[in-house]
């Protein structure tokens, strides 16, 4: 059974950059049928789509994120990872790694495995 | 963008009640939507997709309708591990996927 598990800093500084991976157990992310992808959860803007990323490198970001988000992918290492530039308070959210139901045809679908989340706090 | 409007934002029940709980869509997305459910502290649950699809393992009495715009989650018989927040999603074509704001289902 597929699992998920995120990791990376719990603090990160104003204008600095958020990273964290994400690394699939159970199962491989060279899949043709899914995505793999992040969600987050803030008190303020409840659950937000951040992006997917396929394991040939394809993506697809939230427009409202996307001028300051990357997504990569390491098939070799099983993991995919994001990147958020110039981070604010806003930032401040649960993050989830997850993965979609999709590929290059269908596009990105729903999500039916999700990683346990990790708390991300923007502050000086 | 399309916008995702659950109503009510919170509802109190009781075990055993049949409960509802909507979904609106700011334009048809047909039936790429999907449920899930969230208690406090862990990640969200799939229950349902393509509008009326119970996911693997889900019990029956979770049950999903409609297409277009409009949708519905019932709770045939309210158990007490059913106390949670409810969140809707739509996967429609291309667009960026969006969250309602939840139902939150309490005693």
């Known amino acids: 059974q597929l699992q998920l598990q995120e990791s990376g800093p719990g603090l990160v500084k104003p204008s600095e950059t958020l990273s964290l991976s994400c690394t699939a157990s159970g199962g491989s992310i060279s899949s043709s049928s899914h995505y793999w992808g992040w969600i987050r959860q803030s008190p303020g803007k409840g659950l937000e789509w951040i992006g997917s990323i396929f394991y040939s490198g394809t993506t697809s970001y939230n427009p409202s994120l996307e001028s300051r988000v990357t997504l990569s992918v390491d098939t070799s290492t099983n993991n995919f990872s994001l990147r958020v530039d110039s981070v604010t308070t806003a930032d401040t959210a649960v993050y989830f790694c997850?993965?979609?139901?999709?590929?290059?045809?269908?596009?990105?679908?729903?999500?039916?495995?999700w990683g346990q989340g990790t708390t991300v706090t923007v502050s000086s | 963008a399309i916008r995702m409007t659950q109503s009510p934002s919170s509802l109190s029940a009781s075990t055993g009640d049949r409960v509802n709980m909507t979904c609106r869509a700011s334009?048809?997305?047909?039936?790429?939507l999907a449920w899930y459910q969230q208690k406090r502290g862990k990640a969200p649950r799939l229950l349902i997709h393509?509008?009326?699809t119970l996911q693997n393992g889900v019990p029956a009495r979770f049950s999903g309708s409609g297409s277009g715009t409009d949708f519905t989650l019932t709770i045939s018989c309210l158990q007490s591990e059913d106390f949670a927040t409810y969140y809707c999603?739509?996967?429609?074509?291309?667009?960026?996927?969006?969250f309602g704001g939840g139902t939150e289902v309490e005693i």
């Open positions: 334009q048809d997305i047909r039936s790429n």
């Open positions: 999603l739509h996967y429609y074509n291309y667009f960026a996927l969006t």
């Open positions: 997850v993965r979609h139901l999709g590929g290059l045809v269908r596009g990105v679908l729903y999500m039916d495995v």
């Open positions: 393509a509008a009326s």
